[in-house]
């Protein structure tokens, strides 16, 4: 079939579609694929691996409601390991973020090389305001290749504060045994766990009444008290990190095993945490968030 009786049977398709009941969203999904099969006829690939034509999102849940965000993307032209394009591509990016944030991209323009293949990006989030547990903002980011064709991709990224003051986040890739759990406390307090001399439950202290305190005294402080909860048959406690002095855990039977299945600890102030996890299936990527929008391992902290 010549070229030009193609695009007559294509052109014909789109009459149908466009006339029929079918509806307008599924018209414009035959419209782009139609269109991405010319361009990739052309050996025309700008992809992302975040963003998307016609648009996706992705859920921050586990920000701390202060500090920068930084989201990192990558813009491509190639299609697999082997397929890629026959030219450079020239891009724009832009945001669109709501009022309580600033955006900024590390490049607001470029060219994808055809012999470099990749550009790595990052897309900054500064906060205008304090935020408070639960609350959220949009930030969007849209890229559009110029030249030699045109085409748009572009994401959503919602970002929730989960717990004011504490981030975590999952660091993993497939094939990987196991992935690190990464907790980090920007709070500057402490507070009273187990009441001592004046102190009672719940008494709050500043980081220089705790530097104050005798071991013993600190022993009963702490900043934030966090409890990871997880399923062994899925994913395993690394049994010999040095969380589990001083913590409290749970257990529950798997295969006739018993694996911790929960592990409660405190963290201190302005501190980070990694916590090793293995992995049941090596094949799986568990990394949180952008790649998966829950995370493998439930994260409460008080």
């Not at 849209?142 to 991709?153: E, G, I």
């Not at 994913?235 to 409660?264: A, F, M, P, Q, R």
């Not at 094949?283 to 008080?302: D, R």
């Amino acid at each position: 079939m010549n070229k030009r009786k193609l695009s007559i049977i294509i052109i014909a398709v789109l009459v149908l579609i466009l006339v029929s009941p079918i509806g307008i969203t599924f018209s414009r999904y035959v419209i782009r694929s139609v269109k991405n099969y010319i361009l990739e006829a052309n050996n025309f690939f700008f992809n992302s691996d975040k963003l998307v034509e016609g648009g996706t999102s992705y859920g921050i849940n586990n920000w701390g409601g202060v500090g920068n965000i930084d989201i990192q993307f990558q813009l491509n032209n190639h299609k697999n390991n082997i397929l890629t394009s026959d030219t450079d591509i020239s891009y724009t990016l832009s945001t669109n973020c709501d009022s309580s944030v600033t955006c900024n991209l590390s490049a607001n323009s470029g060219v994808i090389y055809k012999t470099e293949m990749t550009d790595n990006l990052t897309l900054t989030i500064v906060p205008l305001r304090a935020f408070d547990d639960n609350e959220s903002f949009t930030a969007t980011v849209t890229a559009t290749s110029s030249a030699p064709y045109v085409k748009t991709l572009s994401a959503t990224f919602t970002v929730t504060v989960g717990k004011r003051g504490i981030t975590y986040e999952i660091t993993d890739k497939a094939s990987s045994p196991y992935f690190m759990f990464t907790i980090t406390n920007a709070l500057d307090t402490y507070k009273v766990v187990t009441a001592f001399g004046n102190y009672n439950v719940g008494d709050p202290l500043t980081s220089n009444q705790y530097l104050a305190l005798s071991a013993s005294e600190k022993a009963n402080c702490t900043s934030v008290v966090v409890t990871l909860s997880f399923d062994p048959s899925v994913v395993i406690l690394d049994t010999t990190s040095e969380i589990l002095n001083g913590s409290t855990y749970t257990t529950s039977s798997y295969n006739g095993v018993n694996y911790i299945n929960s592990i409660t600890f405190g963290v201190d102030a302005l501190y980070s945490e990694e916590i090793r996890f293995y992995k049941r299936n090596s094949s799986n990527n568990y990394t949180y968030p952008i790649v998966n929008n829950t995370s493998v391992v439930t994260f409460t902290a008080s």
